[in-house]
């Protein structure tokens, strides 16, 4: 895959787009858009807080949304009720734009709870699975923790990671359906397979830039440094 074909946006609610939203830029969610600039199709991770806008940034840079990838099933990432407030999500995208959304099998209920999407607007998948922007894969990295089905996208040396690493952090496990153990084993276990260089693109603008890379967290960031499940669990308590 060359980086003059690969079409990749990160795009920072409250901020490029959804500026008009009360809550958007308190939540400072980041939504990204993957893309192969030879086919103009691209893939839309986590579309929330205004649906019109994000079709309307990839209609303007030449770019068609085919699907949508959803990291986990919280309503800041795929819309629905947020403690009162309504949040527009994969709801409002299959109404306007409807597309293949792709989830992972273990985060179905979550997600057609909060959407009331029906089992036929999924397209189901597991760790390792691979979908296609345009003719460019995303593979699919299963990274329970935060919830049982969360997962992170890798296309080529980047990884959009949703609510399981931030830069300085990671998601919380102690949200109904979070799983401690689980996340500890993502994190020092599942992403460790992953390459030093590679860039860690979160879902949420929480620490003091906007990307870093695995092997700067490896070093730095005090979550994915723990050294015995023991001790992993007296820190998250």
Request: with cysteine.
């Amino acid at each position: 895959m060359s980086e003059e074909r690969l079409y990749f946006r990160q795009l920072l609610a409250g901020e490029d787009f959804a500026d008009a939203h009360p809550v958007a830029g308190q939540m400072a969610n980041f939504v990204y858009l993957i893309g192969d600039r030879q086919t103009r199709e691209c893939l839309v991770v986590d579309p929330a807080w205004s649906v019109a806008e994000l079709i309307e940034i990839a209609g303007a840079d030449g770019m068609k949304v085919t699907g949508a990838l959803a990291t986990h099933y919280h309503p800041d990432h795929i819309g629905g009720d947020l403690f009162g407030i309504a949040i527009e999500g994969l709801r409002e995208l299959m109404t306007v734009h409807p597309v293949p959304v792709h989830a992972h099998r273990d985060e179905v209920l979550g997600i057609r709870a909060m959407t009331g999407l029906s089992a036929g607007d999924l397209e189901l998948h597991g760790g390792g699975d691979a979908v296609l922007a345009g003719e460019i894969p995303v593979t699919l990295v299963h990274t329970p923790g935060h919830t049982p089905g969360s997962q992170c996208f890798l296309v080529g040396d980047r990884l959009v990671s949703g609510d399981t690493l931030f830069v300085g952090g990671c998601g919380r496990v102690d949200l109904p359906g979070s799983d401690p153990d689980e996340m500890y084993l993502t994190l020092t276990q599942r992403l460790a397979k992953l390459p030093a260089g590679t860039v860690l693109y979160p879902g949420h603008d929480y620490g003091p830039a906007r990307t870093s890379t695995l092997g700067e967290e490896r070093a730095s960031n005090q979550y994915m440094r723990i050294r015995s499940i023991e001790d992993w669990r007296a820190l998250m308590s």
